[in-house]
């Protein structure tokens, strides 16, 4: 998909909301958005994100491209509030309509992008997201996001989500 044409359905799903800083102290509540290959790897980053955040209302989204049958029988983590496999993307491979909506009423303090691989899914997601602040790595396709970090191109999800939470935690948030 072209930079412009990414960028034009970006804008189109950006929600207007209450952009403010919150620091990690003064959050409640915070969405997460997690890809993984496999249900596995989603469940184990869950439980990662689960012990870091201890404490904190958590609503994680996570993404899977296909799951195998024998994921289907592993019990997933208590707070993986919604799975999005391909098979719940339109034709184009965006998130519909309904869970578009979902996001979009969700009342957020922090949102944390994890997914290092720019999938359009959790892009159009975020974009819709009425999040006081919304975190993710740098992209030079779009800017979406309000607290940006510039990652290696080998970085992992747990460096990111310790870079983000560095951040979070060094703001200092004056009303």
């Known amino acids: 998909m072209s930079k412009n044409k990414l960028n034009r359905i970006l804008k189109k799903h950006e929600h207007q909301r209450d952009k403010q800083f919150t620091n990690m102290s003064d959050a409640q509540k915070i969405l997460i958005f997690i890809h993984g290959e496999t249900l596995q790897e989603l469940y184990d980053y869950s ?53 578009i909506e979902w996001i979009r009423l969700l009342n957020t303090d922090i949102l944390i992008n994890l997914d290092l691989t720019s999938a359009n899914v959790f892009n159009i997601l975020t974009a819709a997201s009425s999040a006081k602040i919304k975190c993710g790595c740098k992209s030079k396709y779009y800017n979406i996001f309000d607290l940006i970090i510039d990652i290696p191109t080998n970085a992992t999800k747990e460096f990111l989500l310790e870079q983000i939470l560095f951040y979070l935690n060094a703001i200092q948030v004056k009303n």
Do not use: H
């Open 47 to 99: 439980k990662i994100i689960e012990a870091q955040l201890f404490g904190k209302e958590l609503i994680i989204v996570g993404f899977v491209k296909k799951i195998s049958k024998e994921e289907r029988s592993v019990p997933p983590p208590v707070c993986l509030n919604k799975l999005i496999t391909k098979k719940e993307l339109n034709i184009w491979n965006n998130p519909k309509k309904k869970d």
